[in-house]
Each structure stands twice: as structure tokens, then as C-alpha cells.
């Protein structure tokens, strides 16, 4: 059974790219290879555009769509085999993920990284629980390590956008009062390595991405040299992986400015905390491509559900 957990699962990117463009807005009446067929999403975190992008989708596609906050409504899950289940966690994942596949075709999951031990979040418990017990195709809405619908849509607007065949995309970090996780610079960095651009890296020493997910890089230290001639400028926060889950930088020098981006478009996956990560006349100004990417969240997410109901 084939599922969408990373964007290794797009078989081959180019193809769903063109196959992006057919489906846009105006461009007719899309296909619903869903009719009959019902989705249920679990959002075991919050979200926005996830959430509604994604059930946009699955209605353009003809998929019934069912919505749980499982992470508020839902039972305690406990992700061990074989415990004596005496704390805090009510049912087992392997029930819980067999029960939902009984009321669903496909089910989305949205599972964050915990950030406090890194070998538990590595393991994606709660995806690869559903993956392992569900028995219906799984897709990925950010799990620990990644979030390949958002990084296919940020492919389709950077495809959508150019007008270079190999542009210079920079992917730089950003200040943010919070422990982020990782999920979305991964998926981003390995989907633009399948790109037809030129990535650099830039970010303070100690937050270097996992080279398990990313490959090995060479990171750029200083922002202002990573990026000199860039076309698209793309800004996240994470916390560290080596210090994992931890806050080791706050400077505010790094938030991305008007004066920085120079003539680059500016993108981010939002949510995003103004003049914090980023000032408020890059995302106000005519480089951002922050509601485009979010236009292209549908796009992308009916990308991965008509791929997972042709395999079935
Ligand atoms: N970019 C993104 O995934 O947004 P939400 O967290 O609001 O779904």
C-alpha cells in the first residue's frame, strides 16, 4: 500500500509540477476520482491552512471529509507494544488507527515533533502507528520530521514563479521566541534538491539541519554573503537539532528585512510572527510569496490525495 509520508513518495516531481498547473483555479473542471470515498483528517496539533487547504481538496476531488482535533477530543494514545498501559494514555494506537481505517478510504495525520527527546520524535510514533495499523493509505500533514505538502507547494509556486531556469534559492533561518521544529526546512531542502535550482543554507552556528534527513551541506554562516544574488528568499525558525529542541539564538539580526531580500521574492510557509522573524514591509510589499504558497497548499494536497486514491 502506497502512502504520502515524505516527498520521496512523489515519484517523479517534474511530472506532478505540470500536473499542478492543470489544476489550478479556471483551469476546469477537476477530475473526482474521491466520489464515494471518505477522508478523515486527525489533527493531533493546530493548524490552519492544512486543515482547510486540505479539505478543500479532498472536496474538489469528490472525497466525504471527516475532521477530528484528536489532539484535544481524542483518547490518549499509547505508541508502545506490549506495555501494562497503567498511565496516562487510554487506548492503544494500534485500536485507534484500526477503528479510524474502518471509517475512512485515506486518513491524514498531523503530528508534531514533541522536541523534548529526539530519538522518540525520529521514530514519527503516531504517523508510522497509523501507517502500521490503519490498513487505508496515510497522509502525511506534518509530522515530526516533515512536511511535504507544504514543500510541494512551495515547488509549484517557485515553478509557477521564475523566470530563471536555475535560480539561487536561499533557505535562511530566522529568530523566533519559541522552540520550532524542524518538519518544514527538511521537506523544503530535500524537495529543492530535486529542483533545477541553487540552494544555499544559511544559519548561526548550532543549527545545523539532520544530515540523516537533509544530506550533508555545507552552511552558509553569514546571511548577508548566502544572500548576495538570490531569487527567492525563503525564511523559517527551528530549533536546534544537535542541542535538540532548544532556543540557542535570538538575534534579532537575522529577522529578513526589506534591505536584505534586496530584489529576491520572499516566501514562508505561515504561520509567521511579524517583525519578529520578518518586518513588516517584506511581507506587505509585492516580493512576498506568502499567499500564493498558501493558495497552493489545495493544489498540493489534491497532488497527494489523487496520487493515493489512483494506488489503491
Ligand atoms: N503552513 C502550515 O502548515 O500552516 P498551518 O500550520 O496553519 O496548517
Known sequence: MKHFLSTDDIDSLPEWLKKGRTLAP????????????????????????????????????????????FGAEGWNLELEDGTIMDGGAAEHIAEAAA????????????????????????????????????????????????????ALADALTIAETTKKTTPKVVLSWAPHPRALPQAVPNSFVRIMQRMPVDLVITHPKGYGLD??????????????KALDGADYVYVKNWSSV????????????????????????????????????VEDAVLDGPQSLVLKQAANRTLSAQLALTHLLDVQ
Open 99 to 150: 477503528v479510524v481505517g474502518q471509517y475512512a478510504d485515506l486518513i491524514g495525520v498531523r503530528a508534531f515533533a514533541g522536541l523534548s527527546d529526539r530519538t522518540l520524535d525520529s521514530a514519527e510514533g503516531i504517523l508510522h502507528g497509523f501507517v502500521k495499523y490503519a490498513g487505508v493509505p496515510i497522509l502525511n500533514m506534518e509530522s515530526a520530521t516533515g512536511h511535504p505538502l507544504q
Open 26 to 69: 479556471g483551469s476546469g473542471t477537476p477530475e473526482q476520482p474521491g466520489l464515494g470515498k471518505t477522508l478523515c483528517l486527525l489533527f493531533f496539533n493546530n493548524s490552519l491552512r492544512t486543515r482547510l487547504s486540505t479539505q478543500k481538496a479532498a472536496r474538489l476531488l469528490g472525497l466525504e471529509v471527516l475532521v477530528m482535533n
Open 242 to 277: 544537535q542541542e535538540y529542541g532548544r532556543v540557542l539564538n535570538r538575534d534579532p539580526g537575522w529577522m529578513m528585512t526589506a534591505e536584505k531580500l534586496g530584489e529576491a521574492q520572499f516566501m514562508h510557509c505561515l504561520p509567521v510572527r511579524r517583525n519578529m522573524v
Open 211 to 224: 544530515a540523516n534527513l537533509v544530506g550533508a551541506y555545507e552552511p552558509v554562516y553569514d546571511q548577508k
